[in-house]
């Protein structure tokens, strides 16, 4: 049975111990509604630390108004079993109370990073998730804590943040896990009805060709534009498809630095982001 905890006080008591011991302690914050991403990441800490501390936290303060915070799945009994046959040693899982007291009104504003793409489309969400993961950091005090490339916006801002506010803490970043027809896992993906999940690894299969294309040498914006079109032909609604540097997510104009390739699409209700690799010339 794994052990589980629910407020920063009893989160810190079962640390304790482990500190006292010389112990090191990974953290893989997550929303639940696991799948196999996040067993990666546990798996990833599990690799480089002695213990491995998991959060489930719907954090109400990264969903927009018109978002689906109340219909975000909830299986937590299933995640406890999927965490305790990951080898996860302990479980945090705040109510928002205990994360938002009555009066909590600080919040991180993470700068330009968190209002291009992501961030232009959804106001507010990067502050959402920055403020929970400097919360969930500075109560836990891991070690290292692991992020998943496949939300690589927000790895870069996290990144940022640690750097910014000098929070003790070594980042892993863990390759997006994908489905055999290649569509990134998301608790998102539960979403979609059986003919839209057929029709989504059209996304993937449609960045993958860009990739394919620009590791050609094809001009960078006549790669977009048709890959752009071929998304819509496919039947999404493309919020966007960007090529950026993967360092600070400007706009890549060549390929001289790595690149990284980001794209955000509807089908019917169901939104999904994916991001690629571009390797550099
Ligand atoms: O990636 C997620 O699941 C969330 O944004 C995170 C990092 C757990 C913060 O709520």
């Known amino acids: 049975m794994l052990h589980t905890v629910n407020s920063v006080h009893d989160l810190r ?11 090191t302690v990974g953290f893989v914050p997550t929303m639940g509604a696991l799948h196999k991403g996040h067993l990666a990441l546990i798996d990833a800490s599990r690799k480089v630390t002695k213990r491995t501390v998991a959060s489930i936290f719907v954090n109400p303060l990264q969903f927009g108004p ?10 937590l009994e299933e995640d ?6 990951a080898g996860c040693d302990l479980l945090y899982a705040p109510e928002p109370a205990e994360i938002y007291p009555e009066g909590f009104i600080t919040k991180i504003d993470p700068g330009p990073l968190a ?7 959804r106001p507010g969400h990067f502050s959402g998730v920055a403020t929970v993961v400097a919360k ?4 836990a005090m891991p070690d290292c804590a692991f992020f998943g490339e496949k939300d690589y916006q927000q790895l870069l801002i996290v990144r940022r943040m640690v750097r910014d506010l000098n929070i003790p803490v070594h980042l892993g970043a863990v390759p997006t896990v994908r489905d055999t027809d290649g569509l990134a896992l998301s608790s998102r993906n539960a979403y979609l009805p059986p003919e839209q999940r057929k029709q989504a690894a059209s996304f993937p299969a449609i960045l993958k060709e860009c ?3 620009f590791a050609e040498g094809r001009d960078i914006g006549k790669v977009l534009a048709e890959g752009h079109e071929r998304l819509t032909g496919a039947g999404f609604k493309c919020d966007y498809l960007e090529l950026r540097d993967a360092g600070t997510l400007a706009p890549a104009h ?3 630095l790595p690149g990284r390739l980001l794209g955000a699409i509807r089908i019917g209700s169901v939104r999904l982001i994916d991001n690629m690799p571009v390797n550099g010339i």
Do not use: F, H
Not at 13 to 23: I, K, S, T
Not at 66 to 75: F, N
Not at 80 to 85: D, H, M, W
């Open 13 to 23: 008591a079962a640390l304790l111990p482990w500190r006292e011991a010389g112990e």
């Open 66 to 75: 018109s978002e689906d915070l109340a219909k975000y799945p909830r299986p």
């Open 80 to 85: 406890k079993k999927l965490l305790a046959e």
């Open 115 to 121: 209002t291009i793409l992501e961030g232009a489309v």
């Open 136 to 139: 969930l950091l500075l109560q």
């Open 211 to 213: 990739v394919n294309l």
């Open 254 to 256: 060549d390929l001289t």
